[in-house]
């Protein structure tokens, strides 16, 4: 839910987002519909994206049969099963893919990892304008957890979905953390009846900030036409344009 300022700065929105797509997968090990605490963040990014008109597409990974691989279908690469393939439309589909994820060991979950290994897999894939297929797309982070990380695993997760054609817009990643060891999680009810990290005006902030930011940038790249495609046209740097590239027989 959003607070009393954040639901007026939505209100006070000029700008229209209606025709933006957004899916946010959550990457928790957490089964079926076991309570989340990265889905309770995560909740606060749909809610903005929703208040502005932004169709939101939910997921959590870990319940679908995704086989690990660097392929679109992994069926074709001995893996008895693969959702991978049903999913994939869904994430062309988005303009805004927000990644959500645990901290185990320091690092981002085996469950994003597999995600970010799947959207490597339609890396040589382009669009109507021979561009890699992610290109004009917006990618953000959103991560909890009970020790230090955040930045560390929104790096790694900005950085692969960077790579592979999204755009990364300023601050697009958030997180809370509690204290170091056993203790509450995001969300969780305290003694006193109030929620762990709910109040934390520096992680309000920045899912704040993040969830904008993205909103944002698909809009300039959406009403743009995506990217330019020249100097980036991998089916036109494969026709030989080389786009001033200095050609290495003239290179000392």
């Known amino acids: 839910m959003l607070d009393e300022t954040q639901d007026r700065l939505c209100a006070g929105n000029t700008t229209d987002f209606s025709d933006l797509k957004a899916m946010i997968v959550n990457c928790t090990l957490k089964r079926g519909d076991e309570p989340s605490h990265t889905d309770t963040l995560l909740d606060q990014v749909a809610t903005i994206f929703e208040k502005v008109g932004v169709t ?12 690990p691989g660097v392929y679109p279908d992994m069926t074709e690469h001995g893996a008895d099963h693969d959702e991978w393939p049903q999913i994939w439309p869904r994430v062309k589909a988005a303009d805004i893919l927000v990644i959500g994820t645990p901290i185990w060991l320091g690092e981002k979950s085996s469950i994003a990892q597999g995600l970010i290994e799947k959207l490597y897999a339609h890396s040589g894939q382009t669009n109507d304008k021979g561009q890699y297929v992610f290109y004009g797309k917006v990618g953000g982070c959103i ?21 592979v054609g999204y755009t990364i817009p300023p601050q697009a990643d958030a997180g ?77």
């Open 56 to 67: 939101v597409d939910r997921m959590r990974a870990v319940n679908h049969d995704i086989a």
């Open 143 to 163: 991560v909890t957890g009970n020790e230090d990380g955040i930045k560390h695993v929104a790096a790694g997760v900005l950085y692969a979905m960077s790579h």
């Open 176 to 252: 809370w953390i509690g204290e170091a060891g056993p203790g509450p999680s995001y969300g969780d009810e305290r003694e006193d009846g109030s929620r762990a990290g709910f109040d934390n005006d520096f992680t309000r902030r920045n899912t704040t900030f993040a969830t904008w930011n993205m909103l944002h940038m698909a809009r300039m790249l959406k009403d743009a036409g995506g990217l330019p495609a020249y100097g980036n046209s991998q089916e036109l740097w494969s026709d030989g344009m080389r786009f001033g590239s200095p050609d290495p027989k003239h290179r000392s």
